[in-house]
């Protein structure tokens, strides 16, 4: 429909006024709702060429689009705006199609062999995943289901750092005060347990550092001096000599880490493709290094360290290995983009990290630049706003994040009790309840975190997410579980209907047929603007019509079976769409609620 329309205008430019003009350069807006039509054409900027007045070309170009097109039943110009509007039939054949269809997604945007790699999550193994991860994980996710959507091959990777001085923190601390205390012995998931270590060795590095400043050390010095940090500063050069005890100790809690990963990830409905280890990697990275000290690339000081200066580039000196050897996040995301690129040879190489990590991406392009890879220019990083609670900002350290498991299981509780107020608690037994529950929690979680704008920072407030009729989750999912009820009621299989003798259409049910079928439209969207708030905004916009399409309108009570097999027609496609648009937020819709 759309894409006919857009080669009418183009042909009448050309007719009317010689103008040539590519279709793609064509832009088409659904009308506004105070005036009449469909879809809006704006020619203001033809009139120029033209050499004629915005309404004149208006009124010319609509006759020139109603004679060549059946598709048109009318038009009208307001000012430089031309309204069109389309026949009853063009949206029931186009609703008729529809009900028909398992999938309304978009297939042909990109056509690319190559696929496009997604790195997401990249956690330390000293500590649980926390409400910071939970967004990153949550874009990354969604990102690639739109991607997915739109016809890419998608590579989820998933990058963890295990390996560093954070890491010796843990084990030191564990060492020290841990008496062989285990995930099992003491019945803490394996993340928490290794954190609780990283929080004591930091909370013990304080004290000492407040002695030795005491006793007349300066702050600086004390930092350095501090006897705990030595003493994982050189657990870390162990590590990298692979003495024997040390990696022994850093593969048992690094096990123990993983495994509360992996349950944290199942929670969360999150997955990957791959996953690397920075202890695989970090080697690479110090190859390439020493490679680019032989050619000129790097330059070493005389402590040993190896640096780059970038001050060409506008930036400043990068340090690449420390004076003892040891390497630093940039050497390990070197090797780590030079291994995918081989592996994968991707369109894009994705990084979802924090926009605190804006300035480390520039650097780690323009060194593979200078390292001649001329793939550098592939290399995106998907920067996006921190989150924070009311309370204020996270600290690892100091043990004042808010756990990603803790949160869950908040949101899962808060479902539940919301359920029990609202007397919509009634299940077959209590393990549907449960999982009931934790659909809707993680629904709510999901949908307020994604429905804003990554490239901003956001405060996550966990009492506000579960809401029935704001504009949550919670809302959507409930829409969509009214209209399965409604089908359910019918008992007529609605997609074997076809609508017919449709006259004309009420305006919400004009509202909800363009809402639909600005679906695809919207998924491309997304998909270029690297943003699921997109598909938010739509999912609630949807839900929100059909509600007021819901109460402005009888479906199962209306008296003409015409009007109300289209009703049910509608209903289905919109329940479809909405399905479809949470699934590429990683939220479920639940057929009853």
């Not at 900027?45 to 097109?69: D, Q």
């Not at 692979?242 to 990963?261: A, C, H, I, P």
């Not at 405060?459 to 969509?480: C, K, M, V």
């Not at 047929?513 to 598909?535: E, G, H, M, N, R």
Request: charge should be negative; glycine fraction near 6%.
């Amino acid at each position: 429909m759309e894409y006919k329309l857009k080669l009418d205008i183009v042909n009448g430019l050309n007719s009317l006024y010689n103008i040539q003009i590519d279709i793609s350069e064509i832009s088409l807006q659904y009308t506004k709702a105070e005036f009449a039509g469909d879809f809006t054409f704006v020619v203001f900027p033809f009139v120029k060429s033209a050499k004629k007045s915005p309404e004149i070309i208006g009124n010319e170009l609509g006759n020139y689009i109603r004679e060549h097109n059946s598709d048109v039943l009318n038009f009208n110009v307001v000012k430089g705006f031309l309204n069109i509007e389309m026949t009853v039939g063009t949206w029931v054949d186009f609703i008729n199609t529809k009900v028909k269809t398992e999938s309304y997604l978009p297939t042909d945007l990109f056509s690319n062999s190559n696929p496009i790699v997604v790195e997401f999550s990249s956690p330390n193994t000293n500590k649980p995943l926390h409400l910071g991860h939970i967004r990153n994980n949550l874009l990354g996710d969604s990102l690639s289901r739109i991607y997915e959507a739109v016809g890419h091959k998608v590579v989820r990777v998933n990058l963890v750092n295990d390996r560093g001085i954070h890491i010796c923190k843990s084990m030191l601390a564990w060492l020290k005060w841990g008496n062989g205390e285990t995930p099992e012995t003491s019945g803490i998931k394996g993340d928490h347990l290794v954190g609780k270590y990283y929080v004591l060795f930091d909370q013990e590095y304080k004290l000492q550092i407040g002695k030795l400043v005491s006793e007349g050390s300066s702050p600086e010095d004390a930092e350095k001096n501090a006897p705990i940090i030595l003493e994982a500063q050189e657990m870390l050069r162990k590590w990298e000599n692979n003495d024997k005890e040390v990696r022994e100790l850093w593969q048992t809690m690094n096990s123990w880490v993983y495994e509360g990963f992996e349950t944290t990830y199942k929670t969360m409905n999150i997955g990957f493709d791959k996953t690397y280890y920075e202890s695989e990697t970090y080697l690479l990275g110090k190859e390439i290094i020493e490679k680019g000290l032989s050619d000129g690339v790097f330059h070493k000081r005389p402590d040993g360290s190896v640096w780059i200066d970038l001050q060409d580039e506008n930036l400043d000196e990068k340090l690449l290995l420390r004076s003892d050897g040891t390497s630093v996040y940039m050497t390990q995301d070197i090797g780590t983009a030079l291994q995918r690129h081989d592996e994968y040879n991707p369109e894009k190489l994705i990084y979802v990290v924090g926009n605190e990590q804006e300035y480390h991406f520039q650097v780690l392009k323009v060194i593979l630049k200078k390292l001649g890879y001329q793939w550098w220019q592939k290399i995106e990083h998907f920067s996006y706003g921190m989150v924070e609670l009311p309370a204020g900002k996270m600290k690892s350290r100091e043990g004042t994040v808010v756990d990603a498991d803790d949160l869950m299981d908040e949101m899962f509780a808060t479902a539940e009790q919301t359920a029990a107020e609202l007397g919509k608690a009634d299940f077959e037994s209590e393990e549907v309840a449960q999982e009931h529950y934790k659909m809707i929690g993680l629904a709510a979680l999901k949908y307020f975190i994604l429905k804003v704008d990554p490239r901003k920072n956001m405060l996550f407030n966990p009492a506000e997410s579960i809401d029935f009729n704001g504009n949550t989750g919670t809302f959507i999912q409930y829409t969509h579980a009214r209209i399965r009820s409604v089908l359910r009621k019918s008992e007529i299989d609605v997609s074997s209907l076809k609508v017919k003798d449709i006259e004309s259409f009420a305006e919400i049910e004009k509202r909800l047929l363009i809402k639909v079928y600005d679906f695809p439209t919207t998924v491309k969207l997304s998909a270029l603007q690297q943003s699921p708030a997109l598909i938010c905004n739509y999912a609630y916009d949807l839900a929100s019509t059909y509600n007021q399409f819901y109460h402005e309108c009888n479906i199962l009570r209306e008296q003409n079976e015409s009007v109300m097999e289209f009703r049910l027609v509608i209903s289905h496609c919109v329940a479809q769409t909405i399905k479809q648009a949470m699934n590429l937020l990683g939220i479920d819709v639940p057929e009853q609620m």
